[in-house]
Structures are given as C-alpha cells and as structure tokens.
C-alpha cells in the first residue's frame, strides 16, 4: 500500500496538552458507576509524580495556517501547494501530454515534506478510507446521500487530503523496488479508464483495509519509475493509463481556478542505477533482488518477535515446548544437547496410534543415536475420534512423554497396575543419559498449548487452572490455549491427574478442589503479556478479579469499557488502581488521541512501583490494543511498524 501521511487543517495537539489537572500531577479517568447497586465500576489516580513521556507521531512539528483552510470552495479554488501541486517547476514529459517529469532528487523532497506533514484527523479521513457512512457532512464535500452517480463516494475525498503514489512500469516488484511502491493491478486493470473501486466489501463490518490501496490512488500524485530494462514505451504506456484515471478523477471534483489538474503524473527520469547511488534509503530491493539495508521487512521482523517469545523452555523434567522455526530464527539446543524426541504439533493431523508410538519406543531401545518424530494435534477439536477417543490418546501421549523422557524405570507391569498408562517397558539407552523431549509447532506459541498444559497436569498432579498458572508464571511461558481446549481440558482434569499419579505411583487424589469461576469463563486462554508490566486482553478478563490476581496483575486499566465487580472486589484492589477512558467507542470516529497521555501515565504509575497493569477493551484486539503500541513506542522508542 502506498504511504499515506496527510495534511490537516491546524498543527495537532501535543500529548502534554491534556490530562493534568494541576502542575506535579495527573488526574486519571473515572469509571461510571452502573446502574445497579450490587455492582460497581471504576474511578480516579492522582499520580505525585508527572510522567512527561510523549507520543510522537511526527518526527518534525509542521505548523499549518487555519485560514488557508476555511471552506471547501476556498480550498479548490486555492489548493494549498505542495512541492508536487501545482507543478510548474517541472517540465512537460516529452511526447506525452498530461505527464511531467521529475528527478530523484525532486522525488526524495517530496516524499520528505509529505512524511512530515501531522496526521489528518480520523473522523475525517476514517469513514471515507472504510466506505463509512459520515457522521459528520463536513468531512465529505458530497455525503453519500447527495453524491450524483454511484461512484461519487469513491471520487470526492476529505477535503485537504493528498498523497504520493509509487508504480512501476512493467511492476516486476521482485528487483529494483523503491519503497512505497504499489502493485499495478491493485489500483487499475487492462480495460479501466478509472481506478479500480472493487475490493470486496464485508457486511457488517466498520474496517475494510483492502479499500485503501485504491482510495489513496484517487488523492496521489503518482510516480511512475522502471529499472534499467523498462523501455520507454513501457514507462509512457502506464503514464498514459494513470492520466485518463486522474482525469477521471479531476471531473468529480469542484474546478479550480488554476491551469492545472489537481492530481498528476510523473515519471521518474534518474536511471534506477543512479537512485540506488544517490538515494540508497528510498530503495526497498536492489537489482539482484536484495532486501536493502533501508528495506522495513515485517515478515522478517514478524519471525524475529516469535523467535524471542518461543525460545526453549523447561516444563518438566527432560521436556522443553518450543518453536520449530529454522534458522536465523531458531534457538539453539539446551545447554547445546540435541533433543532425542520431536513431537511436532500441527493443525491438521491425528493422535498418534498406540502402534507407533509402540514403534518409537522399539527403536529408540535398540538403535544407538535414533531421533524420534511424532506428530501430534494442535487442539483436540480437530480430531475425528470421539471425546472418549480424544481423552484417552491425549493421557496415552502424556505417558509416552514422561516414559521416553525418564531413564528410571519406574513404570508397573500391567499385573501390578491395570489403570495405569502401558507402554512397553525396558530402559531408554542413550549416550547422553536421559532422553531430551521437545514439544514445538512452527511459531512455538499456539499448537504446542494443549499437549503442554495436559502434560504439565499429568506429571504434577495440578488441575487446570494451577497448570495454567504454573506454566505463564512460574515457568514464565506464553501460550494460546484455544476455548475449546480449555473445556476439553476441564472436562477430563480428574482423569489426567489420576493417571498420572497411578502412572508415578504415586497417591491418587480421591477428588479435586472446585475449579475457580474464571476458568470455564476463559475464551481465548490467559491475557497476553505485551511486557513483563502490561497485559492486553478483553472485557471477559476484565471482569475476571480473581484471574487477574493469580496472574500478579493489580491494576486494570478500561478503554471504553467499564468492568462490574463488586464492592468487595474493588475495595480489594484500591480504587486508585482501576482507571477507565470514557467515551471511546468501537465505531473507527472516536478518537484515542486526547487520552494517551493519561492512559500512558496510568501505566507507568504502575511500572514505577512494581506493579502489573491490565489493559482491556470489549474484545481485546483494536481500543486497548492501540494503547499498547502507544505504549511500546513511547517507552521503547519504536516506530508504528516496529511496535506492531
């Protein structure tokens, strides 16, 4: 998608503008109490000491004049310029009228002044990048209930807004790619004379990113560039076809007083060579196909934030969880000792059968340096077998683990226990001693939960939501542990740990302690830990104090969606530990900016004195999710795609 940095009607405010109430200290939101009495909610923070971290957005302060910026027909009759518009410093490209040409250098100031051109505001630019019926008529020149033809709303943007857009002729993008550059077929197609206005939309929803690409091609000036193979017809042949979508584009909108139309067409006369000299940091691929050094890759970056969260770890004796990616992701072994088993987790396949498992255990008996790999479901749900099925083969792995993974012989004869777990029996032979165990899936994370927790339940005798618990905090391990597993789990508790102990011989339990409310409430497994101070999850968490509490978390912080507890609970906690952000709802139009500072501050209170703050919104994934990359990139320094 081609960059996207708008020009706004007035310099945007600054982070330390909002939130203190008096100078050394920072009021915080309050909760709006419920209209019952039996519940609760949230209330104030004043923090002693001024947390003067700021959000920046922009790495430049761009001032802009109010009244340049009046009325719409003010604007079209005098578009504010920029470095392209109007662009009469450049000249006509010969042989093709409509077309100018520009250098690397024009290029490379432009692109400049547009990344530090603030934010235009979302309720502006939201609805109209979504398909988003306005709430406000005069975000829009024409609403959608005066537009004139069908394809009116996807023309007439949010007055001010104006963009750059990269192609590239012949759009070979696996070589010689400047940064930004979009497909050719995303914005138009051999028999348009306009740009495409087709990305699917989806009902019901408020979000549809696909739309953008070809929204933004309406409000760009466009750059066409080739490499050093693209021909001249080829670089005048795509200009040719963006103009006649650019004039279309020109006629939907109000005529302006000036010569010229109010988006254009460029192309690129520096020779690729001489861009990658010249300008190496506008460069995204080189000539021989290269990521350059200036190149954000996020699937790299991607693969890179999942190695630091799946390195090995230690679950039980001889058996580690981890992820299988290869390298320059992957992990080394434990203390460099090579895994003797690999039990690879995957989505779409069955518990293993009695008989190979059987066939494992034979020949890593009797074949010197043998390395067992066994495949094993994701999650419970996948398989075709009964519940019965499932239960049974998930306790029969369990014991498999703890067999192959132990030198002792400490499993019974099938005479001496009929109930407990058999395999056939005989010591593991290896050089090194005990045989090392690895439960991995490709990303470490999400296919390996359900064998791990299960195994962590039948080899210490903990029910669900200790294991659960034991293995997020004390072993200091993140996981995805699907809904469904975690009722599967629930339900044959008593079954694993009894198992497990005949397994061990040790006592078996006559009955288990009654499982705490949060664990049959648990929709998507634990809260995520963003950092070892702040939690993301949603408002089911939220409403969960005493799940928050076994996870050492001790203050809640609500981003448009208040908590209901109990009296009792919030006296528990503190009231000056709970802080809610009013008026934020999940429509896209509300906007985070004006709270950031306050929510930021209420974090690092917390951070400061030891203590875990939750952050929530209803669903977990948009309101509080944003706060935590404010977050991230605050404290960390970090730019939007690296905090992502």
Not at 225 to 231: I, L, N, R, S
Not at 321 to 345: A, E, L, Q
Not at 622 to 638: D, H, K, N, P, W
């Amino acid at each position: 998608m081609a960059t996207a940095v708008v020009r706004s009607r007035s310099p945007s405010p600054s982070l330390s503008e909002h939130g203190s109430s008096s100078e050394g200290s920072v009021t915080l939101s309050t909760y709006t109490p419920p209209p019952t009495t039996a519940t609760t909610t949230t209330t104030t923070e004043t923090s002693t000491e001024p947390f003067t971290k700021k959000l920046h957005l922009s790495s430049v302060e761009v001032e802009s004049d109010d009244d340049s910026w009046s009325t719409a027909s003010e604007f079209y009759d005098n578009p504010q310029p920029t470095l392209l518009y109007p662009p009469k410093s450049f000249p006509r490209h010969p042989g093709l009228s409509g077309a100018f040409s520009i250098d690397i250098d024009q290029l490379s100031d432009a692109l400049t002044q547009l990344a530090k051109t603030p934010l235009l505001d979302p309720d502006e630019i939201f609805p109209w990048m979504h398909e988003f019926p306005p709430m406000h008529k005069t975000s829009y020149f024409v609403s959608l209930n005066e537009a004139e033809d069908e394809d009116s709303c996807d023309v007439i943007p949010p007055e001010s807004l104006r963009s750059i857009m990269l192609l590239k002729a012949g759009n070979d993008l696996s070589k010689c790619k400047l940064k930004g550059t979009v497909d050719v077929c995303e914005i138009i197609d051999e028999s348009m004379v306009r740009f495409r206005s087709d990305a699917e939309m989806i009902e019901g929803r408020i979000r549809h990113f696909k739309l953008q690409t070809q929204k933004f091609a309406n409000v760009s000036d466009i750059i066409i560039y080739g490499d050093d193979d693209t021909t001249s017809f080829q670089l005048d042949n795509l200009a040719a076809r963006i103009i006649d979508c650019q004039r279309h584009v020109n006629s939907k909108l109000p005529r302006t007083k000036s010569e010229y139309c109010r988006f254009n067409t460029f192309i690129l006369t520096t020779s690729f060579q001489d861009v990658c000299q010249s300008h190496p940091e506008l460069v995204y691929i080189d000539a021989a196909q290269n990521l350059t050094p200036h190149a954000i890759d996020m699937v790299d970056i991607e693969k890179r934030q999942i190695s630091l969260v799946a390195t090995p770890s230690q679950i039980a004796p001889n058996v580690w969880i981890s992820s299988m990616m290869p390298p320059p992701y992957g992990h080394p072994f434990p203390d460099n000792k090579p895994y003797n088993v690999y039990i690879d987790t995957q989505e779409v396949v069955e518990f293993p059968e009695k008989t190979i498992l059987e066939e494992e255990i034979r020949k890593l008996r009797t074949e010197t340096g043998y390395v067992s790999i066994v495949q094993f479901p994701g999650s419970a749900e996948t398989s075709k077998l009964p519940v019965s099925g499932r239960r049974d083969s998930l306790i029969e792995m369990c014991g498999w683990i703890h067999q192959v993974s132990t030198s002792d012989d400490c499993r019974k004869s099938k005479e001496e226990n009929d109930d407990a777990v058999m395999l056939p029996g005989g010591k593991l032979h290896t050089a090194a001693g005990n045989l090392r165990v690895v439960v991995n899936c490709l990303d470490g994370y999400s296919e390996i939960s359900l064998l791990a927790v299960a195994y962590v339940m039948f080899i210490y005798g903990l029910p669900l939501h200790e294991a659960l618990v034991y293995l997020h905090k004390d072993k200091n391990r993140d996981f995805y542990l699907q809904s469904s597993d975690v009722k599967f789990l629930h339900n044959i508790q008593l079954d694993l740990i009894t198992k497990g102990r005949r397994t061990l011989g040790e006592a078996m339990p006559e009955s288990l302690p009654a499982s705490p409310s949060w664990v049959e409430s648990l929709e998507t497994c634990l809260p995520s830990r963003i950092t070892p101070y702040m939690y993301l999850g949603n408002l089911k968490h939220a409403n969960q104090p005493k799940l928050l509490k076994a996870m050492g978390i001790t203050r809640i912080l609500g981003v448009g969606e208040p908590v209901s507890w109990l009296q009792h609970e919030i006296d528990e906690w503190g009231i000056h530990n709970m802080m809610l952000v009013r008026d934020v709802g999940d429509n896209g139009l509300d906007s985070l900016y004006d709270h950031f500072e306050r929510a930021l501050d209420f974090i690092e209170h917390g951070r400061k004195n030891g203590m875990i703050t939750f952050v929530h919104c209803r669903v977990g994934v948009s309101r509080s999710a944003t706060v935590c990359i404010a977050e991230i990139m605050a404290t960390q320094g970090l730019n939007l795609p690296e905090a992502l």
